[in-house]
């Protein structure tokens, strides 16, 4: 406040001019006169601390302010922070300049990106993505091509940390060689299997036939051994025991 007096300090006709520091702005009159009645022609004024624009809240981020004289005013500090999976893009802190304008413009919050998959050979890469291409939460499936298995994991996801949860798979041919071999022995197998029932038959069916053939020929078992007598050579035992 700065006054001019002609007949002494706050006297009739004074008049005083009232300015704010940097920071503030008036409010009120500018100028007061004492006038005859002894009465001010204005109220006093205030100063108050300039404003600036209110911040809106970040997608997938906080926004915590400090204020000394009031919210979104001058020396006012606001500093930023985003959720898990996501950046800042710009600064992390602003300042309310006496200007009434912000020492920054407003930052983002964005997804963070992993490395670009590129589709692997005979494969095919489809992609799901909920914040944006190959960033955060994206999902991707592989497959291969007829012909072709998948050496890996099917599906990927982008993490927070900016990384693919997997190595990016491969599709490697089928080993038409080795199912050859298998084939082989598979087939090999079923028929010695074949054979040795087959010739288990025939064996059975022969001793069958010669039984039905000749009812003499008996089966005996002596001392645990398996012997066959034809009674056509009893009469020949007293001879050969002479």
């Known amino acids: 406040m700065i006054c001019t007096v002609i007949f002494g300090t706050f006297q009739y ?3 005083c001019n009232f300015s704010c520091e940097e920071g503030f702005q008036l409010t009120g009159a500018r100028s007061l006169s004492c006038e005859n009645s002894g009465e001010w ?6 100063c108050k601390a300039v404003s600036c624009s209110s911040l809106e809240d970040l997608s997938h981020g906080h926004i915590n302010c400090s204020d000394e004289y009031g919210e979104y005013r001058f020396k006012s500090i606001c500093e930023f922070t985003c959720e898990v999976g996501f950046q800042l893009k710009g600064s992390n802190s602003l300042f309310c300049q006496s200007s009434g304008e912000w020492s920054e ?5 964005i ?3 992993c490395m ?5 050979e005979h494969g095919k890469v489809n992609c799901s993505y909920a914040f944006g291409e ?3 939460k994206s999902i991707c499936n ?3 091509e007829e012909g072709f298995d998948l050496q890996g994991s099917t599906s990927l996801l982008c993490q927070n940390t900016g990384e693919w949860s997997e190595s990016t798979p491969i599709c490697l041919a089928h080993n038409v060689s080795l199912e050859k071999q298998r084939q082989s022995y598979t087939e090999a197998y079923v028929l010695t299997s074949c054979g040795l029932i087959l010739s288990g038959l025939m064996a059975y ?3 069958y036939y010669r039984k039905k053939k000749n009812p003499g020929l008996l089966k005996k078992d002596i001392d645990n051994t398996n012997t066959f007598e034809n009674p056509a050579f009893e009469d020949n035992e007293t001879s050969f025991d002479q």
Do not use: F, M
């Open 13 to 15: 006709n004074s008049v």
């Open 41 to 46: 022609s204005e109220s006093i004024p205030g």
């Open 105 to 109: 413009t407003t930052p983002q919050c």
């Open 111 to 113: 997804a963070v990106s």
């Open 116 to 120: 670009s998959l590129q589709s692997p």
């Open 134 to 136: 190959y960033r955060y």
């Open 142 to 144: 592989i497959t291969c």
């Open 205 to 207: 069916g022969i001793n």
